[in-house]
């Protein structure tokens, strides 16, 4: 399937570049449908009208049973018999021509039984029960999918419950989608005949909700087509630019792809690569896409090469030669193999530029990766049939009586539509979702990041661990109290970077909540619904008593009122100085340390690593030599964070105890959000504690980390 270069709204010959793009002829589709009016053809053999349709469907499938299709064809054949559409073509034309777009992008024969029949229920005196009966369980279902989706009209008020019910119905089946994009398509193919008003209302829709869920879906081979057609019909004068900005790259001749492409197959046939070298022009919106871009239009800007290979090793192979025998362009390389796109897309993306300085982008994939990046979720055949009966590709594979209606869990449902299924079960109304289902589909880029066992979470760029929370653990997360990101502490206002390592930690109080402030850190509808509902639910009363705490708590400590620690451990290079352990960093043995001359005499010892130690180098002051003597003893201040529960404080004191550690102070700080801070100075009998000693406080339920000491100090 490639993208169609005729503005829909007008006639017009069409350029060279579209009929490069196009795989195969357009069929006539009037004289299809002459053929369909003489009436189905003898039972032994398939009707000539859907010819193309079997032919098509065998590419993909050579041994499929193509019974199912025939005995559809006789229904939808003699049901729409007699209807017309607008064009003054019969009306079978329409079901016929979306069933074969299905069958070029790969679709198994229950979608393209469904296909053909998706009119019937909605238009003819055929029952969802004549369906059932004839195709089954499957065949119907997908039937009745379409119809939902067809019995709301597309006027703005009607949008939002319009796509509501066209997301369930395609998180429920995917096919359904599969179904209604292809049928978009032949619409809009043929939407010249429609007055303009009613043209530009029929494409907006489709560029603000069904282009964006096409790319979502991976079925780049419709989306690439609809986004041309849309072009033409909103955007007609920068169309018209774009139509001869192609038609005079066409007109130069000596495409510099050609010349590159054959230097490709040159360095992969030396390197023993069996890789098919192509030239893929790009659609309408890619080129006026890059013209805005850069200005001026390269030649080579007007396609893309494309090597296909046979395993995913040979996509590295190809990468290495390219990058070894070209000059890469580093900032253009891109892995989607080891990092697949939201939508199934896998490729690696790379730019070579030749000796005579033309760039070429380069997209290098497997054949089965090029299945999936056309036809996306149209190419993974029936996700519901049994493992064992997969291969036989029957309409007879279908779910039971039962199981028809209920729910079903499609394995081969992209997360971000598993996340849209669940956040709109919980908008509160249909303008709520049709803002966030806007909101989302506007994001052109998901990040993955990944938990601490070893699984991913799929979310859009700049999501932060709010987003990350909700997406984990849905409304549980309104008892997340914080993250670690990539080991480390964070808030959960923390933005996520694609490849981040996100732990969340949650509270152990069932009935904390989520505050307002959360809204303005969440990105993703499913956590902003989520909040919102929360805050409708538990209002802020005008005045509440302060939160009780597990423990009485003290003001937090000030560097002031930490007790300076003996240094008998610490030989510093000056004859007669008065040594001191520095209160704000507590360095113990083997700490890397360095020390300052102050007041009075004392030199201060410093982690190196202390805020301080800048501080103290900006105002000039002279660094002293300093060294860990022969003494074991030493104090180090240590920072518990816990979760709030009654008894903490006692069982980290036992803990410290039981490990030989003296306490020498100790304080708590007010809770915030279900967390509660402890800190402690202790005096070591040796530095060869410390490892255990944290490990020992780690160990208290409700502690989640215990860290060194970063207190400012007071300046010298």
């Known amino acids: 399937m490639s993208a169609e270069a005729t503005n829909p709204a007008m006639s017009g010959p069409v350029t060279p570049a579209a009929q490069r793009r196009r795989g195969r002829p357009r069929l006539d ?48 054949e003699s049901s729409h018999r007699g209807q017309m559409r607008k064009s003054g073509e019969p009306y079978i034309t329409h079901p016929l021509a979306v069933t074969l777009i299905l069958a070029q992008l790969g679709a198994e024969i229950t979608t393209l039984t469904a296909s053909l029949l998706h009119d019937t229920v909605e238009d003819t005196d055929v029952t969802l029960d004549q369906v059932r009966t004839e195709f089954g369980d499957d065949v119907c ?82 989306k690439t087509e609809l986004e041309d057609l849309v072009f033409a019909i909103l955007l007609p004068e920068e169309y018209s630019r774009v139509q001869e900005l192609i038609a005079a790259n066409e ?45 001026e239009m390269r030649p080579a800007d007007f396609g893309r090469l494309l ?45 070579v530029a030749r000796p005579d300085g033309e760039v070429a982008e380069v997209l290098i994939r497997t054949h089965q990766m090029h299945k999936v990046a056309e036809a996306g979720v149209v190419a993974l055949r029936n996700p519901y049939a049994p493992p064992a009966e997969e291969q036989s590709d029957t309409a007879s594979d279908t779910p039971s009586d039962d199981s028809f209606e209920g729910e079903r ?65 849905g409304e549980d997360a309104h008892a997340c109290i914080g993250a670690r990101v990539n080991g480390r502490l964070a808030t959960l206002s923390t933005v996520l970077r694609d490849g ?54 003290t003001p937090p400590p000030q560097a002031a009122d930490f007790p300076r620690p003996a240094a008998a451990n610490a030989v510093v290079d000056r004859e007669g100085a008065s040594v001191r352990l520095a209160g704000c960093c507590t360095p113990v043995p083997p700490d890397e340390v360095t020390a300052f001359a102050v007041r009075g005499g004392v030199v201060t010892v410093h982690r ?34 816990s979760f709030g529960r009654a008894h903490l404080m006692a069982d980290l004191t036992e803990a410290i105890a039981m490990e030989g550690v003296e306490v020498m102070s100790a304080t708590v700080e007010p809770p915030s959000q279900q967390r509660v801070r402890h800190t402690y100075t202790l005096q070591l009998p040796d530095a060869d504690h410390l490892p255990g000693l944290m490990r020992a406080m780690r160990a208290v339920p409700g502690v989640y980390d215990v860290s060194r000491a970063q207190h400012p100090a007071a300046t010298p």
């Open 141 to 222: 279902y997908l039937v009745d999918g379409v119809t939902k989706l067809e019995k709301v009209d597309y006027g703005a008020a009607a949008e939002p419950e319009t796509f509501r019910k066209m997301l369930v119905a395609t998180g429920n089946d995917v096919r359904v989608m599969s179904i209604k994009l292809a049928d978009r398509l032949h619409n809009m193919r043929t939407l010249g005949v429609m007055r303009p008003e009613k043209q530009a209302r029929i494409a907006k829709v489709t560029r603000d909700v069904l282009i964006p869920l096409a790319e979502r879906l991976g079925v780049q081979a419709l």
């Open 29 to 76: 589709l009037r004289r299809l449908g002459r053929a369909a009016l003489m009436g189905p053809a003898a039972r032994d053999r398939l009707p000539d009208a859907i010819g193309h349709v079997a032919e098509a469907h065998r590419a993909h499938y050579p041994d499929a049973d193509l019974e199912p299709l025939r005995r559809a064809w006789v229904l939808a």
């Open 409 to 473: 869990a499609d394995p081969t449902r992209p997360g971000w539509l598993s996340r849209l299924l669940d956040w709109q079960e919980a908008a509160p109304d249909p303008d709520t979702f049709w803002s966030t289902l806007r909101e989302d589909l506007a994001q052109d880029r998901e990040i993955a990041v990944f938990r601490p066992d070893g699984g991913t979470l799929g979310l859009p760029a700049g999501a932060s661990c709010v987003d990350a929370a909700y997406a984990q653990y």
């Open 251 to 295: 007109a130069d001749g000596g495409d510099p792809l050609e010349r590159t492409a054959d230097d490709v197959r040159a360095v992969l046939r030396e390197a023993g690569i069996a890789a098919e070298v192509l030239i893929r022009p790009r659609h309408f919106v890619s080129v006026h896409r890059v013209h805005r871009k850069r200005g």
């Open 307 to 351: 090597v296909l290979v046979n395993e995913d090793a040979d996509c590295y192979g190809v990468l290495g030669e390219l990058h070894t025998c070209f000059t890469p362009v580093v900032s253009e390389f891109k892995d989607f193999i080891a990092v697949p796109k939201f939508n199934l897309y896998q490729s690696l993306h790379t730019a």
């Open 608 to 641: 190196v690593e202390c805020p301080a130690v800048a501080r103290m180098k900006e105002v000039g002051r002279a660094e002293v030599g300093v060294r860990w003597g022969d003494s074991a003893e030493c104090r180090v201040t240590l920072i518990a964070e």
């Open 500 to 553: 981040d390592t996100v732990q969340l930690l949650m509270g152990q109080d069932a009935a904390s909540g989520p505050s307002r402030e959360w809204l303005d850190h969440a990105r993703t509808p499913g956590a902003r619904i989520a909040i919102r509902r929360w805050l409708t639910t538990h209002p802020a009363p005008a005045s509440a008593p302060a939160a009780s705490s597990p423990e009485k708590p």
